[in-house]
Structures are given as structure tokens and as C-alpha cells.
């Protein structure tokens, strides 16, 4: 059938009156341009109705989130943001529980409460309603959140990279990107390029990298010439490459991923964390980094203890790509390390 306007509020004034949670004026505004929506641009969802029954969400006018000709899916995403709201108002007055600790649970009740079917789809992150994997079961700051807080304030790096691919190493990576190539041929430590020149030692001038969980990882501030472009990185066998970087002074903070030497991301460009919202999907849905999508919705239910959506969102890194950094090494200045050989030199 055919999406129209009619068909449509039809459809959800049915789903509505076989519900407690929901009523007639919850469904989303719609439109048959994205220019027509009305309201702050990350505040609520706006549905464009083609003329072939082609729906388009957008949150905002310029931030399409899913695209679909099918009518339930249509109603279970206007559900989803309908009780997005309603979790947050009963979460904050939940006593002696608070805010956090109950909203997406909270959010997949409410939906299980209008479709059981509904329900489990949210829980498990993605477009079906296949259940969630099995619950991590370990400390969810053990292999890479861990860095989450600190790395808000650039601290220890305003970029975090991994790759990965066959056979490549984190020195060829460190000296591709600029490297010292005798610090790195001398397996030096951040903790004996702390000690150098009488003690006055600039971090800006200098890398760390490393191997954990199967990719090379790279940390630095500035790399000279603003480092390699993606077809130097595929000529070293790079098919990987996960990047974060971090402006606390502007609070930005991107995600960027490469595989098979393009860009993964919807069509959408630069991706910022700060779209991330507890109990939202922050990517496309049904698109090529949907996958964590539900990862993320893993860790929100698995670690509704994490105070921080940073947190959550490296854990859910963790999870998908098995990335790490050793912590120890890290904080007690033992990873390898090297200044950059242009600014050495």
C-alpha cells in the first residue's frame, strides 16, 4: 500500500487507540518538503511524504534518518521519538533512580507496551526485531572508554587512529604519518621523551602508537602536513582506519571511518559525537553504519551505570571494531613514542 498523509494518520489513529502510551497528536509533523519543518534542528522528527509513498525522516531540515516505503517501519520510528520523550519525563521523576539509569529501558517498556514487536526491535538497535546479543558481562571501561572522559579535554591526544590490515605495523604507521624514523628504530618511550631536554617537553611535538586488539593505533595532536591521505594509507595495506578526533574548545568531536580506502558515511559527511543522544540512534537507519547503531544500543542497555554518553559510545566502538589502548602502558609513560621528524630535525 501506498504511503499517503491519509494513509498514514489513519494507520496511526489504529495504533494509537490500541495503546496507553500513545494518542492521535503524537504523530510526528509531516510534509512534502524538508524545508517545511518547523522547530530546532536537533528537537524533533519531521516525516517528508514523496509523491511515490516514499517516506523521508529528518531531524532538522538537513539530517535525513531513515528513508522507507514501509508502513510499519514508518510508525514504529514516529513511536520510537514519541516515547523518547515520554522516558525522559517518567525517568526524571523516578525516585531515588534518576534520569539516566532508567531511560532506554524505560524507552523499550513503553514500546513493548504499544508492540512487543516494536519493543524488542529497540532493544536490539537495528531495522528487525532480532534480539540483542548477549550482555558483555565485563567492566565496560576495561579496553577503551576507559580514555573517554580525559580524551573531552584532548588529554592524552586530540587524535585517537587505528588501522588495520595484513601486515602492517604501528611503526610503518607512526612513520608514515611523520614519524622520527631513529626514535622509532630506537623503540623509544613517552617517558624518555619526557626526560629529554631538561624536562621541558612538548606533547604537541610528538606521537605515541602501538598494537592492542588487532589494529595499530596512533595518537597525536598535530601531524606535520596534516598527515597521510588515504591513498598512501591503502599503498601500506591500510583496509581499516578508525579515527576520533577532539576540539574541547569548540566542543567537537568527530568519528570518521574508512574502509577499502573510501569514506563510510551515509552520504552525510563529517560525523560529530555530539549528535549522540542516550536512547537515539545517532547514524542512519538501516545504513552502512547501522551496525552501531546497535552497538550502541548494547551498551545503553548493558551499562546504563555510565554516567557519560562518551563513555558509552567508546564502549560501543569496543564492541564493534574490538578496538583498545593499554591503559597502563599509557598513563605510566611506556608506550612507544617518538617527536615528530621535521619539527625534531
Known sequence: MQISAYTLKRAWHQVAAGSDV????????????PDQYVGEPHSRLFL???????????IGPYREV???QDLDQVLYFAAEYAVSTLAEHIAARSPGRGPVANLVSGQAELLDRINPAWGSRFRNGGMDSTQPSTACGRDPLERLAWIASSWREQDPYTHLAFFRGENISAEQIALLHGADPAQVAAESRLADLRSMDGGTFDDWETCCFGQAGGWAFLMYHEAPGFGPDL???????????????ATSAKAIYTFDYMRDGRRIDDGWGVLELIWYDRGRAPYFRGGQLDFLNQAIRRAEL??????????LYF????????????????QEGMVRAAQWARRNS
Do not use: K
Open 22 to 33: 500513545l494518542d492521535d497528536a503524537m504523530l510526528p509533523p509531516t510534509g512534502t518538503s
Open 48 to 58: 517528508v511524504l514523496d509523491e511515490d509513498g516514499t517516506v523521508r525522516g529528518h
Open 66 to 68: 531513515f528513508v522507507t
Open 231 to 245: 591513498e598512501a594509507l591503502s599503498r601500506l595495506g591500510v583496509t581499516e582506519r578508525v579515527h576520533l578526533s
Open 302 to 311: 548493558d551499562h546504563p551505570e555510565l554516567p557519560s554518553e562518551f563513555e
Open 315 to 330: 564502549h560501543a566502538l569496543e564492541d564493534a571494531f574490538g578496538l583498545q589502548l593499554p591503559r597502563q602502558d599509557i
